[in-house]
Each structure stands twice: as structure tokens, then as C-alpha cells.
Nanobody
Framework: QVRLVESGGGLVQAGVSLRLSCTSTGVIASTDTMGWYRQASDRQRKLVAQITRAGRTNYPDSVKGRFTISRDFAKNTMYLQMDSLEPEDTAVYYC???????????WGQGTQVTVSS
């Protein structure tokens, strides 16, 4: 069983950067699809960054150019670098790993990011 542990959230002012980490208790592989999602109050959980097993990254327009997903296989960790944070980025951020080829899918417990104006 894989457990994902997130860290790096906090309260920051608009315009600054923050890096979230997600460490797996199991091995993460290059064949896994990994992603970061966020859920603001009273809203659905949405994808903010994804890296596929082909190494392709995907971002919604709302964060493109500001957020960067990366992974370190030696540390079984993936990251979300968030630059130029905006109050609209305030949410609980979750990491996700989908094991190839058909799951299972694992989720972290979430880390709160609050951006003040």
C-alpha cells in the first residue's frame, strides 16, 4: 500500500512563491501518472498540474506559466512549484499517483495553501 504525504503549504502573501512536496512511502515509477489537484471551499476538486508517464506536463490556463510539476524518483517525491501566487490560488492541495496501467490511484491527505492579498 502506498501512502502519499504532502508538505509545504502555508499562509503567504500574493506574489510570492511556494513549493509543495509529496513523498510516497512506496516506489513511484516513470510509468505512473502524477498530478496535483486543488479544492477551494464549496468547489469541486480540480487538476492544476499533471505529468504523464510519457513525461508530458499539462496545466490549466489558470496556472500555466506560474506552476511547475516535477518529480525525483530517487526520493519518491514529486513537487509543485508555485510562483506569483494569487488569492485565487487559495485551496487545499492534494497530490495523486495513478499506477500504470490501470491503477490503483492514491491520494495525499491535502495541504492548505492560503494566499492573502
Amino acid at each position: 500500500q502506498v501512502r502519499l504525504v504532502e508538505s509545504g503549504g502555508g499562509l503567504v502573501q500574493a506574489g510570492v512563491s511556494l513549493r509543495l512536496s509529496c513523498t510516497s512511502t512506496g516506489v513511484i515509477a516513470s510509468t505512473d501518472t502524477m498530478g496535483w489537484y486543488r479544492q477551494a471551499s464549496d468547489r469541486q476538486r480540480k487538476l492544476v498540474a499533471q505529468i504523464t508517464r510519457a513525461g508530458r506536463t499539462n496545466y490549466p490556463d489558470s496556472v500555466k506559466g506560474r506552476f511547475t510539476i516535477s518529480r525525483d524518483f530517487a526520493k519518491n517525491t514529486m513537487y509543485l512549484q508555485m510562483d506569483s501566487l494569487e488569492p485565487e490560488d487559495t485551496a487545499v492541495y492534494y497530490c495523486n499517483v495513478d499506477k500504470y496501467p490501470n491503477g490503483p490511484s492514491f491520494w495525499g491527505q491535502g495541504t492548505q495553501v492560503t494566499v492573502s492579498s
